[in-house]
């Protein structure tokens, strides 16, 4: 019988229930895969905060084809790749003096500003962005059901290219939308900004 002739045809084997990715997953900052857990990183408080509608991770390749005389463009062999550019997106639901801060990159935290009394801590914005203001390491962190292990997709030296916007609302809750950008690092900058860590699955 011809393969066509089947009435349904699937990709499903019996290994594709281990390969799903579940559920929202969290962001976490500086997460180390060889010695945090998901407690370590809520105890440390490196969690980035709650979240809604989850976060999408974007890898984009940027290069261009070779322009040589004779031979179509888009020749395989002559597309020079440049550089990565890779984001983490999410919506952050709480509205802390650190998010807000995030939020903006060029800012500083000031508990001792005279204007503000005792009880607030003023977010600044600053005129320049400066090496501190980067993210050394920002993590999503997810399930696979096949492992009791996480899958983890880290971008490096990231800050939020977004701007700011609240728009607080009755019956709702304001939210910060973040979309946080990796930068390759003077040091390395052979080496793309971001990995992923695929657990290995359970053999069963």
């Known amino acids: 019988m011809s393969l066509f002739n089947h009435k349904r045809m699937t990709g499903q084997t019996s290994e594709t229930k281990a390969h799903l990715l579940l559920g929202a997953g969290i962001l976490v900052k500086d997460y180390n895969p060889a010695t945090d857990t998901y407690e370590t990183a809520r105890t440390s408080q490196k969690i980035l905060g709650a979240t809604s509608g989850g976060s999408t991770f974007t890898a984009t390749k940027n290069g261009h084809y070779l322009s040589i005389d004779g031979v179509p463009e888009n020749t395989a062999g002559n597309w020079i790749l440049d550089n990565w550019t890779s984001t983490l997106q999410t919506t952050v639901q709480e509205i802390t003096a650190e998010n807000l801060k995030m939020s903006l990159a060029a800012a500083k935290l000031d508990t001792s500003d005279s204007t503000a009394g005792k009880d607030y801590t003023v977010i600044a914005p600053k005129a320049v962005l400066e090496d501190e203001d980067y993210i050394d390491s920002l993590s999503y962190i997810g399930r696979i059901s096949g492992s009791e292990k996480p899958i983890i997709i880290t971008i490096f030296h990231a800050f939020n290219t977004a701007d700011l916007s609240l728009n607080p609302k009755d019956g709702e809750e304001g939210s910060l939308a973040l979309t946080l950008t ?15 860590y695929y657990p290995k699955i359970s053999e069963e």
């Open 182 to 196: 990796a930068h390759y690092s003077l040091d390395d900058p052979d080496t793309p900004p971001f990995k992923i």
